[in-house]
């Protein structure tokens, strides 16, 4: 499992390029749940020639409650809920049901940025009909009325 980070200016794609050339076929991230380092990095990897022939898919879920998102902060190495996603959750009359919002929405970004060949749906500690639920509400979007 791969962290993306916010890259360093020196920053080198080394430990993936060797897991690469060992074999890996995919790379699969932890939680992804902010865009905005996460493409930062895949542009770094893009530049180093990484994403030729190997498939990237990203972490995402969705997050119950802030409450749980401070415990992935506090509790899960490499995961970054930025402030703005638990104060959103945090302001929501239904917190699981913005959690989930907010897991779709990453969906969306995530499928248009270069170098992500998927997604990876991850639900710790909750039900696994919160998966499926994501998944529902991804196909009734992407489904014109």
Not at 72 to 101: T, W
Request: charged residues 25%; contains cysteine; negative net charge.
């Amino acid at each position: 499992m791969d962290l993306p980070t916010d890259p360093a200016p020196d920053w080198k794609p080394d430990r993936i390029a060797a897991k690469i050339k060992a074999g890996a076929q995919f790379v699969q991230t932890q939680f992804c749940f902010d865009p905005s380092p996460t493409e930062r990095y895949f542009q770094r990897l893009s530049d180093a020639g990484i994403l030729d022939g190997t498939a990237f898919i990203v972490g995402v879920g969705p997050i119950a409650s802030a409450r749980s998102a401070r415990w992935m902060n506090d509790n899960l190495f490499g995961v970054s809920v930025p402030d703005s996603v638990i104060q959103r959750i945090e302001g929501a009359d239904d917190q699981a049901e913005e959690g989930l919002r907010i897991c779709i929405e990453l969906i969306e970004i995530y499928k248009e940025m270069p170098g992500v060949s998927g997604v990876h749906i991850m639900a710790p500690a909750q039900s696994p009909q919160r998966i499926a639920d994501v998944i529902d509400d991804v196909i009734d979007a992407a489904i014109p009325t």
